[in-house]
């Protein structure tokens, strides 16, 4: 099966999808719009489920394609967002008078 033919069922389908293209990796969540013979036309959605932009990108940049259910992104990008998230001990972390270690 063709690029294009496959483009185009997801587009049918109209499943979120992860697109990854080139020259700066760049990946955005989306839902294909319109395919056409050189180009790829989709909306871009953040996690959760909101619009966020609308982009057409020559076909040549596209890398890849990765289809999966939007709770399964959901998923990722909380994953994504506790790994930035430093772990904070809080008022009763080492050294504190409440936690019985003298600092």
Known sequence: MHLIER???????????ELFFAPANTCYLARIVRVGQDFLEFDAYDDEDTV????????????????????RSRNRLEAL???????????????????GNPA
């Open 7 to 17: 483009l185009k069922r997801l587009q049918d389908d109209n499943q979120l999808v």
């Open 52 to 71: 966020v932009a609308h982009n057409i990108v020559p076909l040549q940049l596209l890398m890849g394609v990765t289809t999966h259910s939007l709770e």
């Open 81 to 99: 967002y506790h790994l930035d998230t430093p772990a904070d001990p809080g008022p009763e972390g080492p050294g504190s008078p409440q936690s």
